[in-house]
């Protein structure tokens, strides 16, 4: 099991906030069946404010590259992430287009 953590911003506005949390509460099927395909197993979404924290865990065989390949290939997923564009803004660090990016560990305690 690999574990990754996401950051990604909104766009600071509490409407928006308030519909983009709306439309997670009711995350269409085809979204859900994608990620499971992709090898995902277990998917949270944290909010402080605007910036948003995502916790995956997936199997061995995951990778980011094929699931960026499934999701390219199913217009379902496509459809998605446009309309979850209008509420994200990219991190200031952000390359042109990148949206969620994947955070470095720099403590852990066992």
Not at 12 to 30: F, K, S
Not at 36 to 65: C, K, P, Q, T
């Amino acid at each position: 099991m690999k574990r990754y953590c996401l950051a990604l911003d909104l766009k600071p506005d509490p409407a928006l906030i308030a519909e983009y949390e709306a439309h997670h509460r009711a995350v269409w099927p085809e979204i859900l069946d994608s990620i499971r395909a992709a090898g995902i197993e277990h998917l949270e979404i944290y909010r402080v404010g605007n910036r948003l924290f995502m916790v995956i865990e997936a199997d061995d065989n995951f990778s980011f590259e094929q699931k960026a390949a499934l999701d390219a290939a199913n217009p379902k997923v496509q459809e998605w992430e446009m309309l979850m564009w209008r509420y994200q803004q990219a991190l200031p660090n952000a390359r042109p287009g990148e949206k969620w990016m994947v955070m470095e560990r720099i403590f852990e305690m066992r």
